[in-house]
């Protein structure tokens, strides 16, 4: 039986988008990254290099872009940009897509589905969650730390469909576990329950997992802000247990102590940080909703001052 390759554009190329780009070119797929900076020319000089719990591995020469114009029409795209460029990225990738094209967003929060939506068309954009911890070391250089190593995907208006089934298949030999998932809506809800708390309450302490998983009054904090963000999930019709926080607190000794989610390393850069998306749609869905979210709210206060990226003292 032939292997089906599958054009695919990975448009936002950090660490993430890297990390499956490398993975999809190991299956042997056509991938073309479309990047800017240090990083597109590192790709084009020099490849892409990887190292990652599940097998390192490199590539002497990759194809990245910085205009999509250039690729072409695909049939997939990994949408990885950060949740703040969403709307401008959507626009910009318009050249690649068509009406056959996929698009698997992995950005935090849930917004951005509305936002692909009214650019791209509804029709072209299923759900997305990434569980893969990848972080762009220097231009060219990506690594992928502990064993989280799963992306699911659906369409956001639920149910299984012929083309979600296939696309599993064919992206099963990558080596990261590709979940076709009914149910994808909730599972984005699921992860911003995590993410929002992790964050949040990492970002403010300014600590890594080391530091703060020896503070019974810190993680107390961590499950507050998480059982929050469950409860304006469920005040929005998504059906969510309590029991996460407790699931996932629980088996907080599996993160590295080294740990540090994506938000606190954007601010210790001073850059930018996806506070709107993560933090600020807690606060505004629990506000219009009637649930109180208080400790969300002091996070979010705490973080408005560097959304915009500041360097730190």
Known sequence: MKKEVMKTAIMGAGGLGSYIGGR?????????FIARGDHLQALLDKGLKVKSDFGDFQFEKVKAVSNPGDIGKVELVFFCVKSYDASAAARFIKP???KESLIIPVLNGIDHINILGKELGLDAVLGGVAMIVAHLRKPGFIEQIGQLHFIE?????????????????????????????PN???????????????????????????????????MDLLRQA????????????IDLS???ADEILDGQEKNSPEYKPSM??????????????????IT???????????????????????????HLV
């Not at 869905?285 to 500041?310: A, D, H, R, S």
């Open 184 to 218: 994808i809506m909730e599972r984005m809800w699921w992860k911003l329950c995590i993410v929002s708390g992790f964050a949040g309450v990492y970002s403010v302490v300014r600590a890594n997992n080391a530091v703060i998983s020896k503070s019974p009054e810190t």
């Open 264 to 281: 606190l390393i954007d601010l210790e850069k001073g850059k930018r940080i996806e506070l709107e998306a993560i933090i600020g749609v």
């Open 284 to 310: 505004r869905l629990g506000k219009n909703l009637g649930v109180p979210t208080p400790v969300n709210n002091f996070i979010y206060g705490c973080l408005k001052p560097y959304e915009n990226g500041i």
């Open 24 to 32: 999809l070119i190991q299956a042997g797929h056509d991938v073309t």
């Open 96 to 98: 690649i897509v068509n």
């Open 153 to 181: 995907f659906g369409e956001t208006g639920g149910g299984n469909s012929e083309r979600c089934a296939n696309l599993q298949k064919i992206l099963t030999e990558t080596g990261i576990e590709f979940r076709n998932i």
């Open 242 to 244: 309590t029991e996460i």
């Open 226 to 237: 998480i059982l929050e963000a469950i409860s304006v999930a469920q005040a929005n019709g």
